[in-house]
């Protein structure tokens, strides 16, 4: 005699149906199982985008301050060439009140159409142009 066993239709019915079941929780496990490094990977790829966000933001400061420091720098230079004007224009305005005071001292005459150079307090020269 076979070593079969004669199971109702019912039972085979229950069986079959437990086995497709079990089938369908494999694939669906699997198909729903995290491939890859998961939630690591996750927290991987967070952090290089927050490190990379800070790299870019540090850089864009770096480039705010170096613009900064590069129009301070013009307005110095530009500072400084109106100074040197300034202090020329000043000399010039020193010369002509010395050489006014020179002249009013020593009871000369002034010409109106030269400039006039203090080589000291009582000599004066004029220089026509």
Not at 1 to 29: C, E, F, G, W
Not at 30 to 58: D, E, I, R
Not at 95 to 109: F, L, T
Request: charge should be neutral; include cysteine.
């Amino acid at each position: 005699m076979p070593n079969t066993k004669i199971y109702s239709r019912a039972r085979v019915d229950h069986v079959a149906l437990r086995i497709q079941k079990k089938q369908k929780n494999r694939t669906y496990h699997h198909s729903t199982k995290a491939h890859g490094f998961g939630f690591v990977g996750v927290l991987f790829g967070v952090c290089v985008l927050s490190v990379a966000g800070l790299y870019l933001s540090v850089v864009n400061e770096s480039a705010v301050r170096g613009s900064r420091i590069f129009e301070m720098d013009k307005i110095i230079a530009q500072a400084e060439s109106d100074r040197e004007e300034l202090q020329i224009k000043e000399a010039a305005l020193r010369a002509r009140v010395q050489s006014s005071e020179v002249i009013e001292k020593n009871d000369m005459k002034p010409i109106e159409i030269a400039d006039y150079i203090v080589l000291s307090e009582s000599d004066v020269v004029a220089i026509d142009y």
